[in-house]
């Protein structure tokens, strides 16, 4: 898969990227912190570097020059999706991040090698994983807060910063509550999940960021911001029709997983206002479910429309975010970086 962030800049001072994989060089004879640090370090590596590209595509799109602030930023949004990701993990008790360990995993096997029981190396293991993500918390907001650029440009930053946490924490906990079950989701539940959890952190935050930093008028953030949310709920709206009728051998996601953890989507939600519920819904959340039975569910949701529903849906974000775009008369880069991942291979369902 391409990697989009691009080669790290030369020439400069160790970014806050690069720091933070190194350590804070304190307790370094306390092997537990040690191997917390190289267990959080090694969490922001690997993805394709969406969040830093889309920054850097928008600040040099609309006149930035300064590479080193630049470059201070990318790092920042890249350790805050590292915090969200390893978070995200203890959240929803994985072990694996891109077919390896990941810091709850590490730990827990740490526990194990140690003598721990199951559930104590689990325990040990989450606790692992939300002390490594608040590192990282912390790492992207001083990165934030000390970005060499005017003082007002910084406290608009960090009030973009804020009120990215504040929307993501509120999705991620939103998306908790529809895996409870107790309530009827509605496919507006499942869209606002979709924009709070991935689209306003992982699309809006750099484009606006960039935007900030680079010096652009509030009506172009604003633009910037809106677009990123459309594009990103379009994302999230395709990678759950992935997770049920993905290729995995393109996608590297499995198709079985989403339907085996009952996990709520616009897909699950309309397909709850269908006929075809009754014949879905005791393989809905089902860890036993079979591949066979996997196929089944996937032609009743073939055959009731939910499928098409949730490409039409696509098909209206992404319309819109282009419209919006053009309207707002953003840069032209900016529409093709974004155009870049919607056609990427990843969002061919197969």
Request: proline share 5%.
């Amino acid at each position: 898969m391409t990697t989009l962030a691009g080669a790290p800049v030369t020439g400069l001072e160790p970014g806050p990227l690069e720091t933070f994989r190194a350590g804070p060089g304190v307790l370094l004879h306390d092997d537990e912190a040690r191997a917390l640090w190289a267990a959080a370090g090694d969490a922001t590596r690997g993805g394709r570097g969406v969040r830093p590209h889309l920054l850097r595509v928008a600040y040099a799109s609309l006149g930035g020059t300064d590479e080193t602030a630049c470059a201070q930023l990318a790092d920042a949004v890249e350790l805050l999706h590292a915090a969200f990701v390893v978070h995200d993990d203890v959240i929803d008790h994985d072990d694996v991040r891109r077919g390896r360990p990941n810091v709850s995993g590490t730990f827990t096997a740490r526990a194990v090698d140690a003598g721990a029981s199951g559930s104590a190396a689990r325990g040990y293991g989450r606790a692992a994983g939300i002390l490594a993500g608040d590192l990282a918390l912390v790492a992207a907001t001083r990165s934030f807060a000390t970005v060499p650029a005017r003082p007002e440009v910084v406290a608009d930053l960090l009030a973009l910063l804020d009120r990215t946490v504040a929307l993501s924490a509120a999705g991620e906990l939103h998306d908790v509550r529809l895996a409870l079950q107790v309530d009827e989701p509605r496919v507006a539940d499942t869209l606002a999940v979709a924009e709070l959890k991935t689209a306003v952190y992982s699309f809006s935050l750099p484009l606006s960021a960039g935007a900030i930093l680079a010096g652009a008028t509030t009506a172009t953030v604003a633009a910037l911001d809106r677009v990123g949310r459309l594009v990103g709920t379009a994302f999230q709206l395709h990678d759950d029709l992935l997770g049920v009728f993905g290729d995995e051998a393109r996608t590297g996601k499995s198709a079985l997983s989403d339907l085996r953890e009952g996990k709520v989507t616009a897909l699950v939600a309309h397909a709850r206002t269908t006929p075809a519920w009754p014949q879905v819904a005791p393989a809905f959340g089902d860890p036993a479910l079979t591949p066979r039975r996997a196929r089944e569910v996937r032609e009743h949701l073939e055959r009731c429309g939910s499928r098409a529903f949730v490409t039409d849906l696509v098909d209206e974000h992404l319309t819109a975010a282009q419209s919006l775009a053009r309207d707002a008369g953003l840069p032209e880069a900016v529409l093709r970086s974004l155009r870049t991942l919607v056609d990427d291979d990843v969002w061919s369902a197969g």
